[in-house]
């Protein structure tokens, strides 16, 4: 199991205090709120969040990932935290894409 792997396991198992007290929390946490944005773990999330987590990371973008999967309460989530909100072009134009096509309304009007 990778270090990330096991990194990501600890949140899923909500054992938050060992994630916590990992020497490559800071490395993993960005990634890993993109994951868990897609699998709808909101508790791991708001934990990731509380802890330095940028809800606006570029690599993967949170935000797209909670869209995609169609997790409202996530995006909204995400946008109290300022999630990324650009112009059409930009990753709100790509999750408003998303969102219409799977149609996922309460997602829509959150980003409308």
């Known amino acids: ?5 096991s990194f990501l396991q600890l949140l899923r198992d909500g054992n938050y205090a060992a994630a916590l007290a990992r020497d490559d929390f800071s490395l993993h946490r960005n990634n890993a709120l993109c994951r868990l944005c897609y699998d709808g773990d909101i508790d791991a999330i708001k934990f990731l969040l509380a802890h330095g987590a940028d809800p606006a990371y570029k690599v993967d973008n949170p935000l797209f990932r909670a869209c995609e999967a169609g ?11 300022d999630a990324v909100r650009k112009n ?3 990753i709100n134009g790509r999750c ?3 969102a219409r096509a799977e149609t996922y309304d309460d997602i829509v009007e959150l980003l409308e």
């Not at 997790?71 to 935290?81: A, F, G, P, Q, S």
């Open 96 to 98: 408003l894409e998303i």
């Open 71 to 81: 997790h409202t309460l996530i995006v909204k989530l995400l946008l109290t935290y």
């Open 88 to 90: 059409k072009q930009g």
């Open 1 to 5: 199991m990778s270090d990330y792997t």
